[in-house]
C-alpha cells in the first residue's frame, strides 16, 4: 500500500481516514492527496513556506489537465480545513487561490445508423475459421451490448453464464462502477444474437468449462484490450476515425468505446422526446438501467441532443477561433 511521505504524511493520513469514516471511497480520496504530498517532498518544503504564493507556484508547475489541477486544489484546501478545525493550523492558505479556467469535455456521439455501420463492420469481419470463430463473435457480442444497453466495457466482460437469464430476457450485472449490482432487459436482437453465440459455443466446445458469458481464451474472460482494438479498426473502416480535439475551453472527444454507452443514452433520450415525452421524466429509469448513482448524471446527456448538435458547435467554435 502507498504511503505518504512528506513531512505532512501523518496530517494526510489522518485525514483520509476521516474522510474514509464519512463514507468516502479511498480511490477518490487519495489520488490528489499523494499528488500534493509528492510536490512538497520534491520541493522539500517546510511549514514556514506554506503561504499563498507556493500553492500558486503549486497550480503552476502541475502540468495536467486544468480540471485535474483544479481536483487536486480543492482537495487540498478541504485538507487544510480539516487541519485549521483542529487547530493545527490558523488559517487556509488556499483560502483565495482561485481554481483554473476548466475545459468542458464534448464527447463523440454516434448516430443510431453510425452504431449500426459499427456493428455491422464488425460482424462481416468476424473469422469463420473454427479457430477464431467464436472469439470474435464474443467480440462483436461485447460491441453490441455496449451499444444496445449502454454498458461499461467491463461489465459485459465480468458476464458469468448464469448472469444471463434468457428465460426473463435480462442480464444480472454486478459490481458496478458504483457498487450497484442492477438487472436490466435486453433488447431482443441482442437476446437471438446470445443465443446463437452460446448454440455455437455448445456445438464447436461441447466439454468447454469457461464460466464467462462471453468467452476468452484458455478458460479467461475477454481483454478490454480486444474489445478495443475490434473496435478502433472499426471506426477507421466506416471513416469515422478522428482525433481528439481542443479548442478554447472546449475538448471533443475521439470515438472510443465509452462514446457507445453516451451514444445510447443520447439518443434513447431523444428516441423518447420524439414520442412526445419529457426527456427529463425519464431520467430516473435510464439512470437506474445504465447504473447511475444520481439521475443527475444521466442529465448531463441532455445538454448534448446529438451528433449533428456536435459537428455544429465544432465547426462554430473553429470560425470564432478565425475571427479571434
Not at 107 to 121: G, I
Not at 145 to 163: K, T, V, Y
Not at 206 to 216: C, K, M, T, V
Amino acid at each position: 500500500m502507498r504511503r505518504f511521505e512528506s513531512f505532512m504524511a501523518k496530517n494526510l493520513s489522518e485525514y483520509a481516514a476521516y474522510r474514509q469514516q464519512l463514507g468516502c471511497v479511498k480511490k477518490g480520496i487519495k489520488p490528489p492527496l499523494y499528488a500534493f504530498d509528492q510536490y512538497l517532498n520534491v520541493h522539500k518544503a517546510t511549514w514556514e513556506q506554506l503561504q499563498p504564493a507556493f500553492f500558486l507556484q503549486m497550480r503552476a508547475d502541475i502540468r495536467k489537465h486544468p480540471n485535474t489541477v483544479n481536483k487536486i486544489l480543492s482537495s487540498v484546501h478541504s485538507f487544510f480545513e480539516f487541519l485549521v478545525r483542529r487547530q493545527i493550523c490558523r488559517v487556509n492558505p488556499l483560502d483565495d487561490i482561485p481554481p483554473l479556467p476548466e475545459r468542458f469535455f464534448i464527447p463523440f456521439v454516434f448516430t443510431p445508423e453510425q452504431t449500426d455501420q459499427l456493428l455491422t463492420n464488425i460482424c462481416v469481419n468476424i473469422r469463420h475459421c473454427q479457430k477464431h470463430l467464436l472469439f470474435d463473435m464474443a467480440i462483436y457480442l461485447a460491441m453490441a451490448m455496449l451499444a444496445r444497453c449502454g454498458m461499461r466495457i467491463n461489465e459485459p466482460l465480468r458476464l458469468c453464464r448464469h448472469h444471463f437469464r434468457p428465460d426473463e430476457g435480462s442480464v444480472y450485472i454486478e459490481r458496478t462502477k458504483f457498487r450497484k449490482d442492477r438487472l436490466i432487459p435486453v433488447p431482443q436482437k441482442v437476446l437471438d444474437e446470445l443465443d446463437n453465440y452460446l448454440v455455437a459455443r455448445n456445438v464447436c466446445c461441447p466439454e468447454d468449462q469457461n464460466p464467462y458469458l462471453l468467452a476468452g481464451r484458455k478458460g479467461r474472460p475477454l481483454k478490454d484490450y480486444h474489445v478495443r482494438s475490434a473496435f478502433h479498426r472499426a471506426v477507421e473502416n466506416i471513416g469515422l476515425k478522428q482525433p481528439k480535439r481542443t479548442m478554447g475551453n472546449m475538448t471533443f472527444g475521439s470515438p472510443v468505446p465509452h462514446s457507445l454507452r453516451h451514444s445510447y443514452a443520447i439518443n434513447t433520450l431523444n428516441r423518447i422526446k420524439a414520442r412526445g415525452i419529457s426527456p427529463q421524466q425519464a431520467l430516473p429509469v435510464l439512470a437506474t438501467y445504465m447504473g447511475h448513482r444520481k439521475y443527475q448524471y444521466t442529465a448531463a446527456y441532455l445538454k448534448v441532443k446529438d451528433a449533428s448538435d456536435i459537428a455544429g458547435l465544432i465547426t462554430f467554435t473553429k470560425s470564432q477561433s478565425v475571427v479571434k
